[in-house]
């Protein structure tokens, strides 16, 4: 379930919400979409000011992307797909291909120079996944040779 602002701006903005079974043929139709993985509004205190920054986004690029609302039960398969850590988040894509994403809330001039590299990008595989700073996967040492 969305908080009931998302559900308020839904509405308001005629938003699709879309899950993981239509996604692809959703995607490829459109030159650009932005999904928005909301994640917990209830945890998530950020949730909620993406969601009031979406449509302001959508307005200062002239409506070039389509803002899409991911379905709540989709949102971790869809996650492991794009390979992102960290909810709320924005992942780019055009024809249904892979551009780039913006997790968390950004500062406002941080949004407009992120989404204008990334919408001018060449699409690509999403990264690897990032381990957060301080959870560094250890190696075992190898035994010295006295």
């Known amino acids: 379930m969305f908080s009931p602002l998302l ?7 005629g938003y699709d ?10 995607t490829r139709e459109r030159q650009y979409v932005v999904l928005f993985f909301a994640g917990d509004a209830e945890r998530l205190g950020e949730s909620n000011d993406v969601a009031v920054v979406l449509p302001e986004l959508h307005n200062a ?5 389509t803002p899409v609302v991911v379905a709540r039960e989709s949102e971790r398969e869809l996650q492991r797909k794009y390979r992102f850590n960290a909810f709320p ?6 024809r249904g291909e892979y551009l780039g994403t913006i997790q968390r809330i950004q500062d406002w001039v941080d949004y407009i120079r992120d ?3 990334i919408l001018s990008s060449e699409a690509t595989e999403p990264p690897p996944f990032k381990f957060p700073e301080g959870c560094a996967v250890s190696t075992p040492q190898s035994p010295r040779a006295n």
């Open 115 to 117: 989404i204008r590299e």
């Open 7 to 13: 559900q308020s701006i839904i509405k308001r903005h």
């Open 17 to 26: 919400v879309v899950g993981h079974e239509d996604l692809e043929d959703y």
């Open 89 to 94: 988040s924005l992942v780019f894509l055009r």
């Open 61 to 65: 690029f002239q409506n070039i992307f």
